[in-house]
């Protein structure tokens, strides 16, 4: 869940910038399980079941890209489990798919992988064999967890620094902090890819994600003081900053929603991932998360909280 900064680390902008992203893992989970099997075929079971004979059947291309570039021929059975859809809601899904794949994969060959070398094979992945106009910010958060602020370098390293402060400081946050689901699923590669066109062909909208890195260690200062005051309106700004760079970030749903919110108490939030639906974050004082609740009837809110623990193995055998 990142909270200012986003879409500065797509290449079309890091490469020139630099980007800064300042963001969260979540107590939500995909489960990766990777079972040696009987015989040399491959079965993998998600949304669908694959049983294929080679890995270049495999029709996932995350699970054929993994295993092709792990040197996985065959002779295993993969399955997953997820606490949220997996696909278009904006919260990394598919980067913590990934992630986790490459994570328990490299445990079935024996191998110790660490968070660094998880994130940025996973980037190898999703961008470079898939093709994915996406960023890089979901797959270290899921590698590493916690709370961050993650700095995308012109020679495409990331680098990930935690935020220092007191423990209190991120409760509070943690506690200000709402999530509505908004029942609409959008394809984040479309939105991104028009996104990267759009700071590359538009100098304006370049200096919009320019001011966006500016927020983000903005805020990053006023956290490591100590000091979420200042959390709310840096948000809202963010947001609106966002919403200008590429039409179909927002609509008039979630305009009218981000509204309402925000006469019920919200001080800011945003839309989380690409834009157009998934998960709308909002940022209010405690006292009026039910007002807020009553002014969104037709979304549906979930209880999100923070996750200071990346990937891991949780059995080996």
Partial sequence: MSFVGGGSDLPAFYRKEGGAVLSTAIDKYVYVNVNKKFDSGIRIAYSKNEEVSSVRQIEHRLVRASMEYLNIDGGVEITTIADIPSKGTGLGSSSSFTVG??????????????????????????????GEPIGRQDQYAAAYGGFNLMEFRPDDSVVVTPVICEPMTIKKLEQHILVFYTGITRSASALLKQQSEDITSDERKHQTLVKMVGLTYTLCDELQRNNIDAFGDILHENWMLKKSITTGISTSDIDGWYDAARAAGAKGGKILGAGAGGFLMLYAPPESHERIKHALPELSPVDVGFEPLGSRIIFYH
């Fill in 101 to 130: 794949l490459l994570h328990a994969l490299n445990a079935y060959k024996g191998r110790y992988v660490s968070s660094e070398q998880l994130g940025a094979d996973s980037c190898r992945i999703e961008i470079d064999i898939c």
